[in-house]
């Protein structure tokens, strides 16, 4: 009986030092305490992470217009041409110069040859009738022109503006140009093919924005 008292008294001794390291003493530095395990957050009941927030609606930025380079463009003429691009989403300033130098040339090579039928669909109506009356008295004194645009060294827009419907630009032309003027026998009467003359020409050219035609036409002419 005594043998089962001590055994007995041995196994609670056990059980209570194992209890008492379990529960009883204090966690060391490397060790996690129960607490912390129980305390856990459970994974389902976690905080959602809100959505970014939206930006407030706020009112269309106006149309930023990519200016060409300096070279192209006086600052004089900077306001016209932002009322032409505001009022036709598809116009570009380098696109129009380079259909300006183009225009350029076959206007001075129509007038060159005395197409008057060119020059009519190149020109508005006041123009073309000063370049059709040089024309006619250019054959009337029975002389003839040989001539040819050797280069165009600068197109630059001095000039613009817009007055619904109708847009204005004025280009500067500075340009070489080797002609000779020769009489009825053929004699020449000015100039040389020789040697080119530089020339500087200042011409405005107009558009109907509202128009389905995309041309320009020159409306007005004068030496720059």
């Given amino acids: 009986m005594i043998v089962e008292i001590v055994i007995l ?15 009883g003493r204090r966690p060391e530095q490397n060790e996690e305490p129960m607490r912390r395990r129980v305390e856990q957050p459970d994974p ?10 939206l930006p407030e609606k706020t009112a269309a930025a106006p149309r930023t217009l ?17 009322a032409i691009v505001n009022a036709d989403r598809r116009f570009d300033v380098g696109q129009f110069l380079a ?3 183009g225009a350029y040339g076959m206007v001075l090579e129509a007038f060159w040859r005395g197409d008057k039928s060119e020059l009519s669909q190149l020109c508005d109506s006041d123009v073309y009738a000063g370049f059709a009356e040089a024309i006619d008295a250019r054959n009337a004194a029975g002389e003839a022109i040989t001539a040819k645009l050797i280069r165009i060294e600068e197109a630059r827009i ?3 503006d817009y007055s619904a419907p109708r847009a204005r630009i004025t280009v500067r032309f500075t340009a070489d140009v080797a002609s000779v003027t020769r009489d ?8 040389s093919l020789d040697d080119a003359i530089e ?3 200042v011409w405005t050219f107009s558009r109907d924005l509202t ?10 002419t004068d030496e720059g």
């Fill in 9 to 23: 008294a041995m196994i609670a001794a056990f059980l209570g030092l194992r209890l008492y390291a379990v529960l």
């Fill in 44 to 53: 389902s009941s976690a905080p959602r992470t809100l959505a970014p927030r």
């Fill in 66 to 82: 990519p200016l060409p380079q300096d070279n192209q463009l006086d600052s004089r003429a900077e306001a016209g041409i932002r």
């Fill in 99 to 101: 259909g300006a130098r």
């Fill in 158 to 160: 001095v000039g613009a």
């Fill in 184 to 191: 009825a026998n053929g004699s020449v009467v000015a100039g």
């Fill in 199 to 201: 020339t500087h020409d």
């Fill in 211 to 220: 128009s389905r035609d995309p041309d320009w036409v020159v409306d007005e």
